[in-house]
Nanobody, 116 residues
Framework: QMQLVESGGGLVQAGGSLRLSCAASGSIFRISLMGWYRQAPGKQRELVADITSIGMTNYADSVKGRFTISRDYDKNTVYLKMNSLKPEDTAVYYC??????????WGQGTQVTVSS
């Protein structure tokens, strides 16, 4: 089993930066696909970025060049560095750890608000 705890959200002006952290418990962190998702009010949850167990990354087109996902195996933590933030990045950001089809865990979410 894996528990995920996000932190680092907050209020920032457009053009600013934030770094989200997701601390994972459990040894399966090392073999899991880790991802960041977001859900804005009235919209479906969407993938922002994910990173495989060997460090391969994937990004949504809307965040390419602005966001960077990374993972620290010593700290069992995955990060999302967000630069050049826009008001449309405002959402609740969720961390996900998975090794499908049987393992799929979500954090509680952290709010990111970008003011114009």
């Amino acid at each position: 089993q894996m528990q995920l705890v996000e932190s680092g959200g907050g209020l920032v002006q457009a053009g600013g930066s934030l770094r989200l952290s997701c601390a994972a418990s459990g040894s399966i962190f090392r073999i899991s696909l880790m991802g960041w998702y977001r859900q804005a009010p009235g919209k479906q949850r969407e993938l922002v970025a994910d990173i495989t167990s060997i460090g391969m990354t994937n990004y949504a087109d809307s965040v390419k060049g602005r966001f960077t996902i990374s993972r620290d195996y010593d700290k069992n933590t995955v990060y999302l560095k967000m630069n050049s933030l826009k008001p449309e990045d405002t959402a609740v950001y969720y961390c996900r750890g998975s090794r499908l089809p049987t393992l799929d865990y979500w954090g509680q979410g952290t709010q990111v608000t970008v003011s114009s």
